[in-house]
T-cell receptor
Framework: RKEVEQDPGPFNVPEGATVAFNCTYS??????FFWYRQDCRKEPKLLMS???SGNEDGRFTAQLNRASQYISLLIRDSKLSDSATYLC??????????FGAGTTVTVRA | DGGITQSPKYLFRKEGQNVTLSCEQN?????MYWYRQDPGQGLRLIYY???????QKGDIAEGYSVSREKKESFPLTVTSAQKNPTAFYLC????????????????FGPGTRLTVL
């Protein structure tokens, strides 16, 4: 089983729509969770960190379910600029991270 | 401006050659990391360093080597022993242990695309 698993998508949504997707992780000892955004052929950029049950930053909301070992990301009022691949990232010991393969979101006009 | 720089942006290697990828940070971060990314896969950890003059193998260290002689610099050498080196290489850094729980947040450089000819 992979340490972090994501639905690769793509999720194709119209502007203004809400889109949500999940990520599951295998290490029940993980304490830090992150969502990164990666544009085509660019480096990942931190979108948000999740240390407790969830986090909200503007149109983006992350929810953590420790019992079921999954993290979700919800994007409200989607913009064309939200089109990207979203990486789910979970910490391991010794300050190492495990990365999912990413969920691709395409927002259309 | 604080940040992480990588050079070169594109690199072409002939069979049997060793090549070195540069990574520099001025964020005063203790920890630095090297990853490779292949299409459709998550980032895989090659090597990491939590302090100057110390580094550990990651999940796919075979065919790679690193050094950490300065806090700001963590170069990666791709040796001829690496059988499939064509990939996107990403360097990252984090505050590390002195940052407590938030010390594991990693920030990435712009990456180097390596192609074997």
């Amino acid at each position: 089983r992979k340490e972090v698993e994501q639905d690769p998508g793509p999720f194709n949504v119209p502007e203004g729509a809400t889109v949500a997707f999940n990520c599951t992780y295998s290490n029940s000892a993980s304490q830090s969770f992150f969502w990164y955004r990666q544009d085509c052929r660019k480096e990942p950029k931190l979108l948000m960190s999740v240390y407790s049950s969830g986090n909200e930053d503007g149109r983006f909301t992350a929810q953590l379910n420790r019992a079921s070992q999954y993290i979700s990301l919800l994007i409200r009022d989607s913009k064309l600029s939200d089109s990207a691949t979203y990486l789910c990232v979970v910490n391991r010991r010794s300050y190492k991270l495990s990365f999912g393969a990413g969920t691709t979101v395409t927002v259309r006009a | 401006d604080g940040g992480i720089t990588q050079s070169p942006k594109y690199l072409f290697r002939k069979e049997g050659q060793n090549v070195t990828l540069s990574c520099e940070q001025n964020l005063n971060h203790d920890a630095m990391y090297w990853y490779r990314q292949d299409p459709g896969q998550g980032l895989r950890l090659i090597y990491y360093s939590q302090i100057v003059n110390d580094f550990q193998k990651g999940d796919i260290a075979e065919g790679y080597s690193v050094s950490r002689e300065k806090k700001e610099s963590f170069p990666l050498t791709v040796t001829s022993a690496q059988k499939n080196p064509t990939a996107f290489y990403l360097c990252a850094s984090s505050v590390g242990a002195r940052g407590g729980r938030r010390g594991d947040t990693q920030y990435f450089g712009p990456g180097t695309r390596l192609t074997v000819l």
